[in-house]
């Protein structure tokens, strides 16, 4: 197992070593592989996931099965169902990895257990509200900007992750076709 402590030194800086050592046992590490599911759809959600390395896609998936990436989480980030997660009811969303990835996750009964017996309720508010600030970003980027001004505004933001996702995972998170896509990428290289 990797050392916890090393995941996200915010959220442990605060605490005493005993504290440490006590909130370490909640934690489950895990190996996943490409292609396999954390979350499924109408299932439900028991963990939030902290992704240590490797890379996953939280989508959403229509009756005609038509699927809209809802946001990717790589090292440092959170990500789990959200709604299901803290209302405990089935997954609307599903959560994959796009990458073998290394994957400490909490389950709802430990979350809540350790905010109420240790002061991280701020660390998980401020990511919380990071995620809030992040996704109006997107919202807001799907209902002004035109594709070419998402794609500059993916790649202004997330750089690293243009050579960990394929073209086609990215159209479907701009909301573009694969065609469109490729223009666009051919037009920014010039």
Request: charged share 25%; proline share 2%; hydrophobic share 35%.
């Given at each position: 197992?990797?050392?916890?402590?090393?995941?996200?030194?915010?959220?442990?800086?605060?605490?005493?070593?005993?504290?440490?050592?006590?909130?370490?046992?909640?934690?489950?590490?895990?190996?996943?592989?490409?292609?396999?599911?954390?979350?499924?759809?109408?299932?439900?959600?028991?963990?939030?996931?902290?992704?240590?390395?490797?890379?996953?896609?939280?989508?959403?998936?229509?009756?005609?099965?038509?699927?809209?990436?809802?946001?990717?989480?790589?090292?440092?980030?959170?990500?789990?169902?959200?709604?299901?997660?803290?209302?405990?009811?089935?997954?609307?969303?599903?959560?994959?990895?796009?990458?073998?990835?290394?994957?400490?996750?909490?389950?709802?009964?430990?979350?809540?257990?350790?905010?109420?017996?240790?002061?991280?309720?701020?660390?998980?508010?401020?990511?919380?509200?990071?995620?809030?600030?992040?996704?109006?970003?997107?919202?807001?980027?799907?209902?002004?900007?035109?594709?070419?001004?998402r794609y500059e505004q993916f790649i202004k933001l997330?750089?690293?992750?243009?050579?960990?996702?394929?073209?086609?995972?990215?159209?479907?998170?701009?909301?573009?076709?694969?065609?469109?896509?490729?223009?666009?990428?051919?037009?920014?290289?010039?």
């Open positions: 197992m990797r050392d916890l402590q090393k995941i996200d030194i915010d959220l442990f800086q605060q605490l005493t070593d005993e504290e440490f050592i006590e909130i370490r046992k909640s934690f489950q590490y895990t190996k996943y592989h490409k292609s396999e599911f954390l979350i499924n759809e109408n299932e439900e959600v028991e963990y939030i996931y902290f992704i240590f390395s490797g890379l996953v896609k939280l989508s959403y998936v229509t009756k005609d099965v038509k699927e809209h990436i809802v946001s990717f989480a790589y090292e440092g980030w959170w990500e789990t169902d959200f709604k299901a997660f803290y209302k405990q009811t089935k997954a609307t969303l599903t959560l994959q990895c796009l990458e073998d990835s290394e994957i400490y996750k909490i389950s709802y009964k430990d979350y809540f257990h350790i905010l109420e017996k240790y002061p991280l309720s701020n660390y998980f508010l401020d990511k919380s509200i990071n995620g809030h600030i992040a996704n109006q970003r997107r919202i807001l980027s799907l209902l002004t900007l035109s594709p070419k001004d997330y750089p690293s992750l243009l050579n960990r996702i394929s073209k086609s995972i990215l159209s479907l998170y701009l909301g573009v076709s694969r065609e469109t896509l490729s223009r666009l990428y051919n037009q920014h290289k010039k």
